[in-house]
Antibody, heavy 118, light 111 residues
Framework: QVQLQESGPGLVKPSETLSLTCTVS?????????WGWIRQPPGKGLEWIGSIYHSGSTYYNPSLKSRVTISVDTSKNQFSLKLSSVTAADTAVYYC???????????WGQGTLVTVSS | NFMLTQPHSVSESPGKTVTISCTRS????????VQWYQQRPGSAPTTVIY?????PSGVPDRFSGSIDSSSNSASLTISGLKTEDEADYYCQSYDSSMGYVFGTGTKVTVL
């Protein structure tokens, strides 16, 4: 059974870089699939941030592309998100998920709330 | 670029049927698969329909999905409504230029 778990600071200062890691258990990232990040501002809808393949190939939401870097560490079975120059608008619950057949996301991690505030 | 627009909310009594629409603003709804996710309060989304009309194992057959090219929309139908179905539902599709796009979300209330 594949499980994902997000980890990282819950509070980030404006203009700094948000960094999160997703640890995958029950499946080896090296075996395949894309792996993605999605976020949800409080009380709002879902927004895809970007996805990465185990080889390191990435694709990003065009609206966030200039600030996003997603990387993978197959030795730790983890992939990570960095979002630079954050503002209050980046406050959200951040989810990681497996990206299946370039179509859908399943399963999802439980999510982690990141607040941008000084 | 395109958007996926859903009704803000729908409500119905237990045992009844609700249908949630997901209308694509431009481009064909049939050009890429549509998925549907259920999100209960305080929880992560889970998949109830993938690839337009496929149900993951464990999802009851009360949930069904369809595509209507004439209205350029997808629909999620929940029959035999139960109180446990009360949640937010999001459609999602893909576009080569935009990546993954989620719908605006619909709150389902079981009266």
């Amino acid at each position: 059974q594949v499980q994902l778990q997000e980890s990282g600071p819950g509070l980030v200062k404006p203009s700094e870089t948000l960094s999160l890691t997703c640890t995958v258990s029950g499946y080896s990232i090296s075996s395949g699939y894309y792996w993605g990040w999605i976020r949800q501002p409080p009380g709002k809808g879902l927004e895809w941030i970007g996805s990465i393949y185990h080889s390191g190939s990435t694709y990003y939401n065009p609206s966030l592309k200039s600030r996003v870097t997603i990387s993978v560490d197959t030795s730790k079975n983890q992939f990570s998100l960095k979002l630079s120059s954050v503002t209050a608008a980046d406050t959200a619950v951040y989810y990681c998920a497996r990206n299946i057949a370039a179509n859908w996301f399943d399963p999802w991690g439980q999510g982690t709330l990141v607040t941008v505030s000084s | 670029n395109f958007m996926l627009t859903q009704p803000h909310s729908v409500s119905e009594s237990p045992g009844k049927t609700v249908t949630i629409s997901c209308t694509r603003s431009s481009g064909s709804i049939a050009s890429n698969y549509v998925q549907w996710y259920q999100q209960r309060p305080g929880s992560a989304p889970t998949t109830v329909i993938y690839e337009d009309n496929q149900r993951p194992s464990g999802v009851p057959d009360r949930f069904s999905g369809s595509i209507d090219s004439s209205s350029n929309s997808a629909s999620l139908t929940i029959s035999g409504l139960k109180t446990e179905d009360e949640a937010d539902y999001y459609c999602q599709s893909y576009d080569s230029s935009m990546g993954y796009v989620f719908g605006t979300g619909t709150k389902v209330t079981v009266l």
